[in-house]
C-alpha cells in the first residue's frame, strides 16, 4: 500500500466501531474524522499557493504539467512541514524514466491518463501510488465496459469530471443514479475533481455519490484565496456525516453485490 492510500485510509476513519464510509483505518489523533480527502492541483512554480495548502488543511498536493527535470524543490519545503504528499500529473509523453525520476524527487504518487502506455502501470515503487485518471463514462455500454478497469494493476482512480456547482444544483435523481452506478463499479479509491467551491449541500452529494477524495484546481490562484477555499472546504467535510449505509452495491445486473463486506482494513490492490 502507498502512501496516498494510507493517507485517504486515515481520513476515511468512520466514526465508532466497525463499518462505515470509505476505507476504514486509524486515524490520526488530531484530525477530525471527514468522509473525503481534500487534494489540490497546483502548477510547477504555485509554491507558495503549496505552503497556504499545507497550513489550511490539505491531505494531498497534485502537481500538474510536471516534466521529467522540472525543480520542485520549492513545492517539497513547502509541505513538508506538515507532512503533505504530494503527487504528479504525466503528460502523453510519460515514460519509465519519468515515473523513477518523479518517485527520486519526493512524489508519493504519480497520475496517468489512461491513454499512456500500459507497461507503465508496472513501474511501481514501494510506497508509490499510481493513479489512473479517466472521464466518467458517459453511455450505457461505457458504463459497463468501466468495471474492466477494476483489471487495472493500480492503486487509486481519478475522475476528471470537473464537477462545478451549477452542474450539482442542477443533477437530476437520474443522473446522480448512474454517478453513484459510476463510483460504485470500481475497487479502488475514487478521487473526483471539482471546478469551483460547493456549498454544504452540494459537498453532501459529492460523499453521497461516493467521492474518496475531492480535487480542488488551484493553478495560479493566489495563496490567500486558496487558502481560505481549502479551509472552508475542509470544515464543510468535517460537518457532513459518514454515511455507514451508504456503501453496499449491486452488479450491473442487480443479482450480487459487489462489494465485500466491512473489514478491519482497506483492500490493498497488490493483493490481486
Given at each position: 500500500m502507498g502512501k496516498l492510500v494510507e493517507k485517504?485510509?486515515?481520513?476515511?476513519?468512520?466514526?465508532?466501531?466497525?463499518?462505515?464510509?470509505?476505507?476504514?483505518?486509524?486515524?490520526?489523533?488530531a484530525q477530525q474524522p471527514r468522509p473525503a480527502a481534500v487534494l489540490v492541483s497546483l502548477g510547477v512554480g504555485d509554491a507558495a499557493a503549496a505552503e497556504a495548502a499545507a497550513k489550511n488543511g490539505a491531505d494531498a498536493?497534485?502537481?500538474?504539467?510536471?516534466?521529467?527535470?522540472?525543480?520542485?524543490?520549492?513545492?517539497s519545503e513547502a509541505l513538508a512541514p506538515a507532512s503533505v504528499l504530494w503527487g504528479v500529473e504525466l503528460g502523453r509523453a510519460a515514460t519509465a524514466d519519468a515515473l523513477a525520476a518523479a518517485r527520486e524527487a519526493g512524489a508519493?504518487?504519480?497520475?496517468?491518463?489512461?491513454?499512456?502506455?500500459?507497461?507503465?502501470?508496472?513501474?511501481?515503487?514501494?510506497?508509490?501510488?499510481?493513479?489512473?485518471?479517466?472521464?466518467?463514462?458517459?453511455?450505457?455500454?461505457?458504463?459497463?465496459?468501466?468495471?474492466?478497469?477494476?483489471?487495472?494493476?493500480?492503486?487509486?482512480?481519478?475522475?476528471?469530471?470537473?464537477?462545478t456547482p451549477d452542474a450539482l444544483s442542477d443533477m437530476s435523481i437520474?443522473?446522480?443514479?448512474r454517478m453513484r452506478l459510476v463510483f460504485e463499479s470500481v475497487r479502488f479509491p475514487a478521487l473526483v475533481t471539482l471546478d469551483g467551491d460547493p456549498d454544504e449541500t452540494q459537498v453532501r452529494l459529492l460523499v453521497r455519490l461516493g467521492a474518496d477524495a475531492l480535487v480542488l484546481a488551484g493553478e495560479g490562484a493566489s495563496a490567500a484565496a486558496l487558502g481560505e477555499r481549502i479551509k472552508t472546504l475542509?470544515?464543510?467535510?468535517?460537518?457532513?456525516?459518514?454515511?455507514?449505509?451508504?456503501?453496499?452495491?449491486?452488479?450491473?445486473?442487480?443479482?450480487?453485490?459487489t462489494r465485500a463486506a466491512p473489514a478491519t482494513a482497506p483492500h490493498d490492490p497488490d493483493e490481486e
Open positions: 485517504l485510509r486515515q481520513v476515511h476513519q468512520a466514526t465508532g466501531a466497525g463499518g462505515g464510509f470509505g476505507f476504514l483505518g486509524a486515524r490520526a489523533a498536493v497534485l502537481v500538474s504539467g510536471w516534466k521529467a527535470g522540472a525543480d520542485l524543490g520549492k513545492i508519493s504518487f504519480a497520475v496517468l491518463a489512461s491513454g499512456l502506455p500500459a507497461r507503465l502501470l508496472l513501474e511501481k515503487g514501494n510506497g508509490f501510488d499510481l493513479v489512473v485518471a479517466m472521464e466518467p463514462p458517459h453511455d450505457d455500454m461505457a458504463l459497463i465496459l468501466l468495471r474492466a478497469e477494476n483489471l487495472l494493476p493500480a492503486d487509486a482512480m481519478l475522475f476528471t469530471a470537473g464537477f437520474g443522473d446522480f443514479a475542509r470544515e464543510r467535510l468535517e460537518k457532513t456525516p459518514a454515511n455507514e449505509d451508504d456503501r453496499s452495491s449491486v452488479a450491473i445486473g442487480g443479482l450480487m453485490d
